[in-house]
């Protein structure tokens, strides 16, 4: 089973969005996928987490070609608050730590599954530990197939990309790649100046996904296109 970790520069670039369309797309490609939601915040009991929404999506992606998509979806924790996961944690009174998430992780059921995508909480800073640890240093215990990080798509896009790419190469996660999101609509010009100038980062684009469109998009030799046909 392969494993995606979604990472993102910063809360609300479109986490869920990548991950359904990703799950939509392997699923499109006759795979079985298995999204997990790591952290929800935010979130009261009864209401619709974002792994539920993702798998919505990803049936929704799946569906444009002709594909029914098997997917599943799970949540290992969920607070009430839409803070940081370990002030959330403690405000609910509940434990939480990088250590439980991973043994929750390990925990899950992985036979019949092609893919597992995993969707972090916040940015890719975000602490996820009492010592201070935050994603990075979990993408490097877990040490994914890809660690996709959501970049919106817009004006100042290069700052964020420029400063994402220093800290993911300072803290050495490999096969790190940025997936543009465009949460709003964004000139051809815009689009354009964004891509040249994340090239000098040092990380690849994977692949965008346009404001309104279900399917990604993948710029050629994507590392991602031979997961897909894998």
């Known amino acids: 089973m392969k494993t995606l970790l979604i990472l993102a520069n910063d809360t609300g670039a479109g986490k869920t969005r990548v991950t359904g369309a990703l799950a939509g797309m392997f699923a499109a490609y006759g795979h079985a996928v298995q999204i997990v939601?790591?952290?929800?915040?935010?979130?009261?009991?009864?209401?619709?987490?974002?792994?539920?929404?993702?798998?919505?999506?990803?049936?929704?992606?799946?569906?444009?070609?002709?594909?029914?998509?098997?997917?599943?979806?799970?949540?290992?924790?969920?607070?009430?608050?839409?803070?940081?996961?370990?002030?959330?944690?403690?405000?609910?009174?509940?434990?939480?730590?990088?250590?439980?998430?991973?043994?929750?992780?390990?925990?899950?059921?992985?036979?019949?599954?092609?893919?597992?995508?995993?969707?972090?909480?916040?940015?890719?800073?975000?602490?996820?530990?009492?010592?201070?640890?935050?994603?990075?240093?979990?993408?490097?215990?877990?040490?994914?197939?890809?660690?996709?990080?959501?970049?919106?798509?817009?004006?100042?896009?290069?700052?964020?990309?420029?400063?994402?790419?220093?800290?993911?190469k300072a803290k050495g996660v490999a096969r790190a790649g940025f997936w543009l999101n465009a949460a709003k609509p964004v000139a051809d010009d815009l689009r354009a100046i964004n891509r040249t100038h994340l090239a000098p980062t040092g990380l690849p684009i994977l692949a965008d996904t346009a404001h309104g469109d279900t399917a990604p998009r993948l710029p050629a030799g994507s590392p991602l296109t031979a997961l897909f046909t894998a």
């Open 37 to 168: 939601k790591l952290v929800e915040t935010g979130v009261a009991a009864g209401e619709t987490g974002d792994a539920e929404t993702a798998a919505t999506l990803a049936r929704e992606t799946a569906a444009l070609f002709g594909q029914p998509a098997r997917v599943t979806a799970h949540t290992l924790f969920s607070f009430t608050q839409p803070l940081t996961p370990t002030v959330a944690a403690s405000r609910d009174r509940k434990p939480f730590s990088k250590t439980l998430l991973r043994e929750a992780l390990e925990a899950l059921p992985a036979q019949g599954a092609d893919f597992r995508i995993l969707e972090t909480a916040g940015g890719l800073a975000v602490p996820v530990d009492a010592d201070g640890s935050d994603w990075t240093d979990f993408a490097l215990e877990i040490a994914p197939d890809a660690a996709v990080v959501v970049l919106e798509d817009r004006l100042g896009a290069i700052n964020q990309a420029r400063l994402t790419a220093a800290y993911v």
